[in-house]
Nanobody, 123 residues
Framework: QVQLVESGGGLVQAGGSLRLSCAAS????????MAWFHQAPGKEREFIAV????????YYADSVKGRFTISRDNAKNTVYLQMNGLKPEDTAVYYC????????????????WGQGTQVTVSS
């Protein structure tokens, strides 16, 4: 079992920045591929970014390329999402997810999920 706890959400003005953290604990969590998704009210949960367990490979949704950066510190069992140039349409609950083998954008393929952290971007 792997437990994931997100933090760092909040209210920010358009154009601002936030850094989300996802702390992982449990069985060999540092060897898991880690991803971020977000879900706006009334919408499906959408893929944002994923990092391989080593951090050497990353992949982003087109909507966030050039604005968001995923990184990880395996010594701290933590993955980060640096969000710059935030837009009102980025407002959502942000979730991190983990899987020991899958590396991609399909939410159904991730085995573990956190509870989410709210990000609100005002215009």
């Amino acid at each position: 079992q792997v437990q994931l706890v997100e933090s760092g959400g909040g209210l920010v003005q358009a154009g601002g920045s936030l850094r989300l953290s996802c702390a992982a604990s449990g069985r060999t969590s540092s060897t898991y591929n880690m991803a971020w998704f977000h879900q706006a009210p009334g919408k499906e949960r959408e893929f944002i970014a994923v990092s391989s367990w080593s951090g050497g490979d990353t992949y982003y949704a087109d909507s966030v390329k050039g604005r968001f950066t995923i990184s990880r510190d395996n010594a701290k069992n933590t993955v980060y999402l640096q969000m710059n140039g935030l837009k009102p349409e980025d407002t959502a609950v942000y979730y991190c997810a983990a899987d020991s083998t899958y590396w991609g954008n399909r939410k159904s393929r991730y085995s573990y999920w956190g509870q989410g952290t709210q990000v609100t971007v005002s215009s």
